[in-house]
């Protein structure tokens, strides 16, 4: 089972970016599918984006569509998102997770392998 470490969180102006990292330990990343959710104070966790193993299927919650970009290197064991366009309600901590089961639509109970999570703050 892998390991999930996020880096990259800060405190950013609205409109500006970010570039979350999610660094998985093991060597069998390539087996998973991979997924970014959000949870803000008082709220659900929620689904952001999903990565297909190969990277070559995607998928993005309607909130963030056009703004965020998921992408994976599975020879660095990777998975990054870039945001873009940052509002105020993204400000939210963001975690990465792995599942071996690809599910559309996402669910995170699906996922088994969660990291700590990183705070990202958008001030307006």
């Known amino acids: 089972q892998v390991q999930l470490v996020e880096s990259g969180g800060g405190l950013v102006q609205a409109g500006g970016s970010l570039k979350l990292s999610c660094k998985a330990s093991g060597r069998t990343f390539s087996t998973y599918v991979m997924g970014w959710f959000r949870q803000a104070p008082g709220k659900e966790r929620e689904f952001v984006a999903f990565?297909?193993?190969?990277?070559?299927?995607?998928y993005y919650a309607d909130s963030v569509k056009g703004r965020f970009t998921i992408s994976r290197d599975n020879a660095e064991n990777t998975v990054s998102l870039q945001m873009n366009s940052l509002k105020p309600e993204d400000t939210a901590v963001y975690f990465c997770?792995?599942?071996?089961?690809?599910?559309?639509?996402?669910?995170?109970?699906?996922?088994?392998?969660w990291g700590q999570g990183t705070q990202v703050t958008v001030s307006s």
């Open positions: 990565i297909s193993r190969s990277g070559g299927n995607i």
């Open positions: 997770a792995a599942s071996l089961v690809y599910s559309v639509p996402v669910n995170p109970a699906n996922f088994v392998t």
